[in-house]
């Protein structure tokens, strides 16, 4: 069952379970926005979170005959739906009656996720930032393994319309929240929509201008949002 709000999210004032939770997903779409933009400029121009974009490039690469974004796009989607089963395999699936705003097996999906983006960050730094093309689809798998593992740690938490990859929903909830005046839902979405582009910016610049530190940025939201949601969520009395 998928529900529209965390059993919590009404208590505890303005930072409520329900907003300290969102405001943590929130800075999860710096991560997202981060290493898609890395992907795109030095992994070879294909998405890591975006499949139904890499199904497109797997489109154009069939009737370009471009075995090089065919490669690609096939490596960060087979890799995805690897790190997206880990994921689920983790953080379990909701159940009817969850009432934790933040289960621990989410908590240990991200540690997970955490763990592969070190592996890439230090890839990346032992290549200086300028992988050979065999290392940039081991590099370029790394990432979309961990987009993988993010999103199904978010779908874990069985709130409707709540995702860090897939945001063309978002964008719809988004505009649709004008018409059904749900204010909560819709500034989370807007805040979501504004964290990506944000995080796409900054992963951007980083890429293009100090491609050693690009890594920092994926990871170090990451690394918020994890210590952030176990001292939010279980180190302090519920």
Avoid at 47 to 66: C, D, K, Q, W, Y
Avoid at 195 to 217: E, K, N, Q, S
Wanted: with cysteine.
């Amino acid at each position: 069952m998928v529900r529209t709000e965390s059993a919590r999210g009404a208590a505890g004032g303005f930072w409520s379970d329900a907003r300290r939770r969102d405001a943590l997903v929130i800075v999860l779409t710096l991560v997202t926005g981060s290493t898609d933009a890395i992907g795109l400029i030095r992994l070879g121009g294909v998405f890591t979170s975006v499949m139904t974009g890499n199904m497109v490039f797997l489109g154009l690469s069939i009737a370009e005959r471009s075995g090089s974004i065919a490669l690609h796009t096939g490596v960060a989607f087979l890799t995805y739906i690897l790190g997206s089963f880990l994921g689920a395999r983790v953080a379990g699936h909701a159940p009817p009656d969850e009432r934790h705003p933040w289960p621990r097996t989410i908590v240990w999906a991200l540690g997970m996720e955490l763990a592969v983006l070190a592996i890439f960050a230090l890839w990346w730094e032992l290549v200086d930032g300028a992988p050979s093309p065999d290392v940039t689809y081991v590099l370029l798998g790394l990432n979309a393994m961990a987009l993988g593992i993010q999103s199904a740690a978010v779908l874990r938490f069985g709130v409707s319309g709540l995702s860090t990859t897939y945001l063309t929903g978002t964008l719809t909830q988004f505009v649709a929240g004008f018409t059904k005046r749900d204010e909560p839902v819709q500034v989370r979405s807007g805040l979501i929509l504004l964290m990506l582009i944000a995080g796409a910016g900054l992963g951007a610049l980083c890429a293009l201008h100090a491609p050693l530190v690009a890594p920092l940025v994926p990871v170090g939201a990451l690394v918020v949002v994890t210590t952030g949601s176990w001292t939010a969520f279980h180190r302090r009395p519920r």
